[in-house]
């Protein structure tokens, strides 16, 4: 069964062709491939989240690359939520038109179920049950799968996403925003024990985190002293180590609480080399093992909206005609597939 | 003028839910300051009081969070992403300026030019380890609301 992914929810465009047999055929992201000629000349800033323009020539892309035609997909698969409502109604409308004109039924996927079932594009996938860690610059969140539409939320962010406060103390610390990926490079040179800030909620059970205070802190201390390299690499350090540890206590605590030994860890903060070397420790200790989907689909794409989208298609599910966007969309609210 | 200091972030969020007190609907409120100056936190005040019962999350990444709550439709946006403010127009402001919704609206001159006029604008600003708050009003219904607080 050959599936078109499209995904529109927030920033980035997102198409792939996923095929049931032959796994994923073609993918591509709107930042990725050099369309200008097809937009008569380079797309302007002002339309950095104006789907309508890009989505067409990407699909007409990864089609080529493929070596497909459009009547050979055989269903279509869209971001129905959760996100922006503009940019969702975009590749809810572009999808739900597509396969009403190719006559094949579509389906809208929930954001983040695409996101959970990613590795499951990877050569060796996890096997159900498994705990998943979501931490990007939007979402921070604990996840038990049990299986496609079997989730239950273990713990979430109450402020600011892991990647964003990443993001925004690479920027007080005067780096370019988006600058979380050059704020773990400084935090190399930093010295570990200089400073020690908060983990903040692991004094109390649970799995929500709060990254906000982190941010304060930073902040703080950043403001008490001289703006020289050596002191941007500590503070820079000493709020790496901060995040790490956190997570990993809270995913130390969800494998305890679920007497699971998987943990996939997706979006973009999982491409952290402190991060994945700190998990990988936990997970060995408690012999289990650690599953990361490619470093390009930690971030949003297509590939993951078609994967997710497949699984719920074969398994009979489908919309009606009506182009709905759900820009608020709780997960553990979603059918479950048998 | 009205000038507040905030020795923590419980000071922030109690402010935010005295300012619940003085909205009126279709009222636009600017929340100017540093990263980490307490905008959100300002906010969460703010909404709590309202009735809303659970997190109140950054709106940077999603640029805006809707909230629907007792009699009250709230639009909370961060403009911090934003690359130009005419993206406003992709992103459905003009749907929500309908004299009901009340704006609260985060580095708003991220969006001069497209954004209404604010009723009342609020600076959060550092002061050591805790911060300073500045209300100013724009409008009677600004002015109403500082009114009410002081």
Same mark, same amino acid.
């Given at each position: 069964?050959?599936?078109?992914?499209?995904?529109?929810?927030?920033?980035?465009?997102?198409?792939?062709?996923? %095929?049931?047999?032959?796994?994923?055929? &073609?993918?591509?992201?709107?930042?990725?491939?050099?369309?200008? &000629?097809?937009?008569?000349?380079?797309?302007?800033?002002?339309?950095?989240?104006?789907?309508?323009?890009?989505?067409?020539?990407?699909?007409?892309?990864?089609?080529?690359?493929?070596?497909?035609?459009?009547? &050979?997909?055989?269903?279509?698969?869209?971001?129905?939520?959760?996100?922006?409502?503009?940019?969702?109604?975009?590749?809810?409308?572009?999808?739900?038109?597509?396969?009403?004109?190719?006559?094949?039924?579509?389906?809208?996927?929930?954001?983040?179920?695409?996101?959970?079932?990613?590795?499951?594009?990877?050569?060796?996938?996890?096997?159900? /049950?498994?705990?998943?860690?979501?931490?990007?610059?939007?979402?921070?969140?604990?996840?038990?799968?049990?299986?496609?539409?079997?989730?239950?939320?273990?713990?979430?962010?109450?402020?600011?996403?892991?990647?964003?406060?990443?993001?925004?103390?690479?920027?007080?610390?005067?780096?370019?925003?988006?600058?979380? /990926?050059?704020?773990?490079?400084?935090?190399?040179?930093? %010295?570990?024990?200089?400073? $020690?800030? /908060?983990? /903040?909620?692991? %004094?109390?059970?649970?799995?929500?985190?709060?990254?906000?205070?982190?941010?304060?802190?930073?902040?703080?201390?950043?403001?008490?002293?001289?703006?020289?390299?050596?002191?941007?690499?500590?503070?820079?350090?000493?709020?790496?180590?901060?995040?790490?540890?956190?997570?990993?206590?809270?995913?130390?605590?969800?494998?305890?609480?679920?007497?699971? $030994?998987?943990?996939?860890?997706?979006?973009?903060?999982?491409?952290?080399?402190?991060?994945?070397?700190?998990?990988?420790?936990?997970?060995?200790?408690?012999?289990?093992?650690?599953?990361?989907?490619?470093?390009?689909?930690?971030? %949003?794409?297509?590939?993951?909206?078609?994967?997710?989208?497949?699984?719920?298609?074969?398994?009979?599910?489908?919309?009606?005609?009506?182009?709905?966007?759900?820009?608020?969309?709780?997960?553990?609210?979603?059918?479950?597939?048998? | 003028?009205?000038?507040?200091?905030?020795?923590?972030?419980?000071?922030?969020?109690?402010?935010?839910?005295?300012?619940?007190?003085?909205?009126?609907?279709?009222?636009?409120?600017?929340?100017?300051?540093?990263?980490?100056?307490?905008?959100?936190?300002?906010?969460?005040?703010?909404?709590?009081?309202?009735?809303?019962?659970?997190?109140?999350?950054?709106?940077?990444?999603?640029?805006?969070?809707? @909230?629907?709550?007792?009699?009250?439709?709230?639009?909370?946006?961060?403009?911090?992403?934003?690359? =130009?403010?005419?993206?406003?127009?992709?992103?459905?402001?003009? =749907?929500?300026? =309908?004299?009901?919704?009340?704006?609260?609206?985060?580095?708003?001159?991220?969006?001069?030019?497209?954004?209404?006029?604010?009723?009342?604008?609020?600076?959060?600003? @550092?002061?050591?380890?805790?911060?300073?708050?500045?209300?100013?009003?724009?409008?009677?219904?600004?002015?109403?609301?500082?009114?009410?607080?002081?």
């Amino acid at each position: 069964m050959l599936i078109l992914g499209i995904e529109t929810s927030c920033d980035e465009t997102g198409v792939a062709l996923y %095929d049931s047999e032959r796994g994923l055929l &073609a993918h591509a992201l709107h930042s990725q491939v050099r369309l200008h &000629a097809e937009y008569g000349g380079v797309v302007p800033e002002l339309a950095s989240r104006d789907h309508v323009r890009k989505l067409l020539p990407l699909l007409r892309e990864i089609l080529r690359r493929a070596g497909a035609t459009p009547d &050979a997909v055989e269903g279509v698969a869209y971001t129905r939520g959760p996100g922006l409502i503009g940019a969702l109604l975009v590749g809810a409308a572009i999808g739900r038109g597509l396969a009403w004109a190719w006559n094949v039924p579509a389906i809208g996927v929930h954001h983040m179920e695409g996101h959970l079932l990613a590795p499951m594009l990877e050569l060796e996938p996890p096997e159900f /049950p498994f705990v998943a860690l979501l931490v990007s610059g939007g979402h921070s969140l604990l996840v038990e799968v049990d299986g496609v539409g079997r989730y239950r939320i273990l713990g979430e962010s109450v402020d600011d996403a892991a990647g964003e406060a990443f993001d925004k103390t690479a920027k007080l610390l005067g780096l370019p925003y988006p600058g979380g /990926p050059a704020l773990a490079r400084l935090a190399e040179q930093g %010295d570990p024990q200089r400073f $020690r800030f /908060p983990r /903040p909620m692991t %004094d109390r059970p649970g799995c929500d985190f709060s990254f906000s205070g982190l941010k304060t802190a930073a902040i703080n201390t950043w403001r008490g002293l001289e703006p020289t390299p050596a002191n941007r690499a500590d503070v820079a350090r000493a709020f790496e180590d901060a995040v790490v540890d956190t997570l990993a206590i809270k995913c130390r605590r969800a494998l305890q609480a679920t007497r699971l $030994r998987r943990l996939v860890v997706a979006g973009g903060v999982g491409a952290n080399r402190r991060l994945r070397e700190r998990l990988r420790e936990l997970l060995a200790e408690l012999g289990g093992h650690v599953y990361y989907p490619r470093l390009e689909f930690c971030t %949003d794409n297509g590939a993951m909206i078609a994967y997710a989208g497949w699984r719920r298609l074969a398994a009979g599910q489908y919309d009606d005609t009506a182009i709905e966007v759900l820009p608020r969309w709780p997960l553990d609210s979603l059918p479950a597939v048998n | 003028m009205f000038e507040r200091h905030l020795d923590s972030a419980v000071a922030t969020e109690a402010l935010g839910a005295r300012l619940a007190g003085g909205l009126t609907p279709g009222c636009v409120l600017y929340l100017s300051g540093d990263l980490g100056a307490g905008k959100t936190t300002l906010t969460r005040g703010l909404l709590h009081a309202l009735g809303h019962p659970g997190t109140v999350k950054s709106p940077t990444f999603t640029l805006v969070e809707p @909230y629907r709550l007792d009699g009250w439709r709230l639009f909370h946006w961060d403009l911090y992403r934003l690359a =130009d403010p005419e993206e406003l127009e992709y992103l459905g402001l003009r =749907d929500q300026i =309908d004299g009901e919704a009340v704006l609260l609206v985060e580095w708003p001159e991220h969006g001069s030019g497209e954004l209404p006029p604010a009723d009342l604008e609020i600076t959060l600003g @550092y002061a050591g380890e805790g911060r300073i708050c500045r209300l100013e009003p724009r409008s009677p219904f600004g002015q109403a609301m500082l009114a009410g607080l002081a």
